[in-house]
C-alpha cells in the first residue's frame, strides 16, 4: 500500500513565523503535491513537483515555496505565515511511469496562525 | 484555477437510502476519480475510472466515466451510518498517473441519519 506520512497533524504558529510542513512517501513516486482544503473551496493545489529539485505552481503559489531535495521528501514552506493561512494542507504523490496508478493523499495537517 | 461542477453541495439521507452525485465539466478528460473524506482524515481513493462509458463498482459503490468525457456520477447504495463523510470527484486531462495535477469538486458533504 502507499503511505504518504505528513509530519504533523496538528500544528499551531503565530503570524510571521517560518513554518514548514513535511510529506515523505514511500512508494519512490516521482510526483508530489501540496493542497491546502477551505470549507466550501475544495481542494485547491498550491505546487507540486515532478523530480527531484523541480517545482512547477499550482493555482495558489503565493505565500509559499517548497523544496524537493529527495524524491520521497516534499516540503511546504511558508516563509511569513500569515493568518489567512490557517487552513488544511494535503501532501499527495503519484507516478506517471505506472499506468493507471492516481494520486493518494496524507491525513493532512490542520494548521492554525494566530 | 479550473474547477469541476459537483452536485449536490450537501445531503442528508436516511439509513438505507441511495444516494446519488455527479460531476460535470467544460473540459474532457480522460480519467475520473472519486475519492471520500473522513473527518480529520486524507481523501482515500474508491473508485477509477479510464475509459469513456465505463461502470465500475467497489462493494455498494458504482461509478461512471461518461460517454462524453464531461461528466461521472457515483451511486451508493444502501447508505450505512459509516457512509458518512465528503466526496470528492476529480479529473485529469491524461491517462494513469501523468505529469498533469488533478482537477477537483468542490465535494459533496454526505450525512446519513440513522
Known amino acids: 500500500d502507499v503511505k504518504v506520512t505528513q509530519s504533523s497533524r496538528y500544528l499551531v504558529k503565530r503570524t510571521g513565523e517560518k513554518v514548514f510542513l513535511e510529506c515523505v512517501q514511500d512508494?519512490?513516486?516521482?510526483?508530489m503535491f501540496w493542497y491546502r482544503q477551505d470549507p466550501g473551496l475544495g481542494l485547491r493545489l498550491i505546487y507540486f513537483s515532478y523530480d527531484v529539485k523541480m517545482k512547477e505552481k499550482g493555482d495558489i503559489p503565493e505565500g509559499y515555496s517548497v523544496s524537493r531535495e529527495k524524491k520521497e521528501r516534499f516540503s511546504l514552506i511558508l516563509e511569513s505565515a500569515s493568518t489567512n493561512q490557517t487552513s488544511m494542507y494535503l501532501c499527495?504523490?503519484?507516478?506517471?511511469?505506472?499506468?493507471?496508478?492516481?494520486?493518494?493523499f496524507g491525513d493532512g495537517t490542520r494548521l492554525s496562525i494566530l | 484555477g479550473q474547477q469541476l461542477n459537483q452536485s449536490p453541495q450537501s445531503m442528508f439521507i436516511q439509513e438505507g437510502e441511495d444516494v446519488s452525485m455527479n460531476c460535470t465539466s467544460s473540459?474532457?478528460?480522460?480519467?475520473w476519480l472519486w475519492y471520500k473524506q473522513d473527518p480529520g482524515e486524507g481523501p482515500v481513493l474508491l473508485i477509477a475510472?479510464?475509459?469513456?462509458?465505463e461502470l465500475t463498482s467497489n462493494g455498494r459503490l458504482t461509478a461512471q466515466f461518461g460517454i462524453t468525457r464531461k461528466d461521472s456520477f457515483l451511486n451508493i447504495s444502501a447508505s450505512i451510518p459509516s457512509d458518512v463523510g465528503i466526496y470528492f470527484c476529480a479529473g485529469q486531462l491524461r491517462q494513469g498517473s501523468g505529469n498533469t495535477p488533478l482537477v477537483f469538486g468542490k465535494g459533496t458533504r454526505l450525512s446519513v441519519i440513522a
Open positions: 475510472l479510464y475509459k469513456a462509458g
Open positions: 473540459s474532457i478528460f480522460n480519467t
Open positions: 499527495a504523490s503519484s507516478s506517471p511511469s505506472r499506468a493507471r496508478a492516481p494520486q493518494h
Open positions: 512508494m519512490d513516486h516521482e510526483n
